[in-house]
């Protein structure tokens, strides 16, 4: 693997850090400097409809910040890929929320795709799924 391609990819690990503390911060503006402007951006979240468009995609996650007391993720399983100005991560979520007086444990399988735009990696696709719990 070449300097630049490795440095790339720390830099996409970077940006995806940056998405998951933006949830655990319950964070609107820190989403907003996450994503991408671009019109075809787009966001799955686990169970729900495809969401396209970057305000709508903030709207989503403004309504699960207001309803939810506290949002943790522990990330694993992490993989990076970089093609030029693509990249895509896969990773598995552990999520634990607390909504009002009720604690939730979940799990996810998570894509991730970021583009690079001036120089800096911005999210263009979110998409989770459940992982059953048996």
Not at 81 to 109: C, M, P
Request: net charge negative; proline share 2%; hydrophobic share 45%.
């Amino acid at each position: 693997m070449d300097a630049s391609c490795y440095e790339s990819g720390k830099a996409v690990a970077r940006a995806n850090l940056a998405f998951y503390r933006a949830i655990e911060a319950l964070d609107v503006d820190a989403m907003r400097a996450v994503w991408s402007t671009a019109p075809h951006a787009k966001c799955i979240h686990p169970g729900w409809e495809l969401i396209a468009g970057t305000e709508s995609i903030l709207a989503s996650w403004e309504a699960i910040f207001a309803n939810t007391d506290s949002l943790c993720f522990d990330v694993a399983d992490l993989e990076v890929e970089v093609l030029g100005d693509l990249a895509w991560v896969s990773n598995v979520e552990k999520i634990r929320s607390v909504v009002g007086d009720e604690r939730y444990e979940s799990e996810a399988v998570a894509t991730n795709l970021f583009a690079r735009e001036n120089g800096v990696w911005k999210l263009i696709l979110h998409h989770a799924s459940p992982v059953s719990q048996h």
